[in-house]
């Protein structure tokens, strides 16, 4: 597959994600994906459950932005934010295709806090 034919792919992906269509969210991954969520020490064998959790969150995103999509041949980092009741969590996804299918994913899942003031003469606020 294309890197081409793979930000397409992405883009629906994140599109299903951000308008709630759970089955054109999963269209992306492989039969066999496995999905790791490093920070909860989780891993989701399959697509199947990747929906089903999905499905059943009870704190379902009231907002999705994608920031940037970065990547080229097999593997592709998405950096982007979700809402969960008005709180935003910055996101990272890194997923490796193989025959135009997502294999594996890792997400990554930060908090916002608050920006230290002793290092506020070097840097500038972005928006999140």
């Known amino acids: 597959m294309e ?7 992405l883009n629906a992906h994140w599109q299903a994600s951000a308008d709630g269509d759970i089955n054109a969210e999963h269209d992306i991954y492989d039969n066999d994906v496995i999905c790791d969520y490093p920070q909860s020490g989780e891993r989701i064998f399959g697509r199947t459950n990747l929906q089903a959790l999905r499905e059943h969150h009870p704190g379902k995103p009231s907002g999705f932005r994608v920031r940037r999509i970065l990547g080229s041949g097999d593997t592709w980092i998405t950096e982007y934010t979700i809402n969960y009741q008005e709180k935003p969590a910055y996101t990272v996804s890194i997923m490796e295709f193989r025959d135009g299918k997502v294999i594996h994913e890792t997400q990554y899942f930060a908090d916002p806090f608050e920006a230290p003031a002793w290092r506020s003469q070097w840097v500038e606020p972005i928006d999140g």
């Open 3 to 9: 890197d081409e034919q793979i930000f397409a792919a």
